[in-house]
């Protein structure tokens, strides 16, 4: 199982006893909608909720940042999911927030993760079945996480690598959020970008239907963004999220994959002694 499973896939794997579902859909601050209630409307049958602010350090002010191993050990296990659990991903906006669960999976040592091709607005354009409510607690299970602390960045690696260059930073937010000509979604942040990052927005990676575009396209796009082999990379976004769609092309590109910087945009804008870039 690759990191992209199509509908087809997924609905021939339904029911299997070694394979969860969980719709892990997070709405931006200025998205009027919330996605545990919208699951509550309709999901993919056998689906459970994966919420990426529980599963995330409840003791940082900064939104859905990484938990301890413990941590995560504790809530996945009691999700269900032992270290031979095939688990699907996927959202309700096509491929926006997915990828972030299948990255904290592999942080933490399950490579046995996929995201749903699409999501769920190409799951029901396909007419495919789905119910309402919320399901039925599954029974606990162990979860023994391997940390793979070279997958991440904090904001004290970021504060170091503007001055040393030594890592490139691909950032998946809009373009105008890049350049500062659109307003950051949060409350407080300043706009524009680190110094010496490079553009990638997610959706350049994407088809219309939130399908990913084939591998030599995705290639492609990094290519003309800088990324050469002769730098490791580091994926950025908002909040940590659509950065991981960005982790994911680099996967499906064959190309090295590199770590991600949790806080983002969400840590970096709001500080006041790190160092902002506008324009392209």
């Not at 190409?122 to 119910?131: G, L, Q, S, T």
């Not at 490791?232 to 590109?253: D, E």
Request: hydrophobic share 40%; charged share 20%; aromatic share 8%.
């Amino acid at each position: 199982m690759g990191p992209l499973v199509t509908t087809e896939w997924l609905a021939a794997a339904l029911g299997q006893p070694d394979v969860a579902v969980f719709d892990a859909t997070m709405y931006l601050p200025n998205e009027p909608k919330n996605g545990r209630v919208e699951f509550a409307i309709a999901h993919i049958p056998g689906a459970r909720y994966f919420d990426i602010d529980v599963v995330a350090d409840q003791d940082s002010s900064l939104p859905h940042m990484v938990p301890t191993p413990g941590r995560f050990a504790k809530l996945i296990g009691a999700m269900g999911i032992s270290n031979t659990t095939r688990v699907i991903f996927y959202d309700q906006k096509g491929l926006a927030s997915a990828a972030r669960g299948w990255w904290l999976m592999g942080l933490f040592g399950h490579d046995n993760a996929a995201v749903l091709d699409g999501g769920l607005p190409k799951w029901m354009r396909e007419n495919r079945a789905v119910e309402a409510g919320e399901p039925a607690a599954p029974a606990a299970t162990v979860f023994a996480p391997d940390y793979r602390a070279t997958r991440l960045r904090g904001v004290g690696d970021m504060i170091s690598n503007v001055t040393t260059q030594s890592e490139l930073v691909l950032d998946a937010r809009a373009g105008g959020r890049f350049t500062g000509a659109t307003p950051e979604p949060r409350a407080g942040m300043r706009s524009g970008h680190m110094p010496g990052s490079a553009s990638v927005p997610y959706t350049d990676l994407l088809h219309a239907d939130g399908t990913f575009r084939p591998a030599a396209e995705v290639k492609a796009r990094f290519t003309a963004a800088g990324v050469d082999g002769a730098r490791p990379l580091v994926t950025s976004c908002g909040s940590g999220v659509t950065a991981c769609i960005l982790t994911m092309g680099l996967r499906l590109a064959g190309l090295p994959e590199g770590a991600v910087y949790d806080g983002s945009w969400t840590e970096w804008g709001g500080r006041a002694d790190t160092a902002v870039e506008t324009g392209a």
